[in-house]
């Protein structure tokens, strides 16, 4: 059965929302806690993650009508 199937309402949809949001914030956060353990990223690194300006350029085509 797909878990899917069994949401019955906006409320019951919200809640099965948050906890999949929870569970990929929870594994980000242990991935992230893996990163910092093994020196691999420390506090100057989240600085410079501060400053970082990292908007996609748009590219537009020179013939766009």
């Known amino acids: ?3 899917l ?8 949809l919200n809640e099965f929302k ?4 929870r569970f990929f914030a ?8 893996e990163l910092w353990d093994n020196g ?3 506090e100057d690194t989240i600085e410079q993650w501060g400053a970082e300006h ?4 748009y590219k ?4 766009r009508s």
């Open 54 to 57: 990292m908007r996609t350029p």
């Open 26 to 33: 929870q594994k980000a956060q242990k991935a992230i806690d």
């Open 60 to 63: 537009y085509a020179s013939n």
């Open 18 to 21: 948050d906890l999949v949001a």
């Open 40 to 42: 691999v990223i420390n």
């Open 5 to 12: 199937n069994s949401i019955n309402s906006e409320e019951e």
């Open 1 to 3: 059965m797909n878990a």
